[in-house]
Antibody, heavy 127, light 112 residues
Framework: EVQLVQPGAEMKKPGESLKISCKAS????????IGWVRQMPGKGLEWMGI????????RYSPSFQGQVTISADKSITTAYLQWSSLRASDTAMYFC????????????????????WGQGTMVTVSS | DIVMTQSPDSLAVSLGERTTIHCKSS????????????LAWYQQKPGQPPKLLFS???TRESGVPDRFSGSGSGTDFTLTISSLQAEDVAVYYC????????FGGGTKVEIK
């Protein structure tokens, strides 16, 4: 079974650092991108960025560039989202998600919709 | 960046009634490699991650009831529920994956 497993919750103080994980299983980790999505309390979904674990090619949404770091460790099939200095405004649910891939010729694959999602990690930043 | 605009923000519909949600992209999201629109629809219920309903604007995911349908092309897309059931109460999001990724603001569907 294809799965993305995330820790349920993290509580931190403003200014602290944090790295949350997304453990993948049931598929070849290096063949698929993994993305991160923020959902602030009572709000909609916001795209943060995506990483290709095979070569760590990473793309960020302009809204999150410089605010977070996305990484992956192929050896343990895990993707990460990290902050160096948390703010209260980072309080949110964070989902990792894996897109389908489609082949469009000449050895190239494109990103399709996101069919596998983690359960989310609720990050609470409060003094 | 491609901006996705959904309407309405919320709607209340009687059980068994038809529900239509609109999504508009700020530019075309037609993928020339396959001539398909890079548009997905998701359903999110409270306390759950989003669930993929449709990709390529109208390709239904396995297990999604056929009362749900997706349509549209170019910049205008629609999600329709032909006969609303109680279990369809949720927030629905459109998403483009043509140029990186972006989501619409969501449409909350409730029972009248």
């Amino acid at each position: 079974e294809v799965q993305l497993v995330q820790p349920g919750a993290e509580m931190k103080k403003p200014g602290e650092s944090l790295k949350i994980s997304c453990k993948a299983s049931g598929y070849i980790f290096t063949n698929f991108w993994i993305g991160w999505v923020r959902q602030m309390p009572g709000k909609g979904l916001e795209w943060m960025g995506i990483i290709y674990p095979e070569d760590s090619d990473t793309r960020y949404s302009p809204s999150f560039q410089g605010q977070v770091t996305i990484s992956a460790d192929k050896s343990i099939t895990t993707a990460y989202l990290q902050w160096s200095s948390l703010r209260a405004s980072d309080t949110a649910m964070y989902f990792c998600a894996r897109p389908k891939m489609y082949y469009y010729g000449s050895g190239n694959y494109g990103i399709d919709a996101f069919d596998v999602w983690g359960q989310g990690t609720m990050v609470t930043v409060s003094s | 960046d491609i901006v996705m605009t959904q309407s309405p923000d919320s709607l209340a519909v009687s059980l068994g009634e038809r529900t239509t949600i609109h999504c508009k992209s700020s530019q075309t999201i037609l993928d020339s490699s396959n001539n398909k629109n890079s548009l997905a629809w998701y359903q999110q219920k409270p306390g759950q991650p989003p669930k993929l309903l449709f990709s390529w604007a109208s390709t239904r995911e396995s297990g999604v009831p056929d009362r749900f349908s997706g349509s549209g092309s170019g910049t205008d897309f629609t999600l329709t529920i032909s006969s609303l059931q109680a279990e369809d109460v949720a927030v629905y999001y459109c998403q483009q994956y043509y140029r990186t990724v972006s989501f619409g603001g969501g449409t909350k569907v409730e029972i009248k």
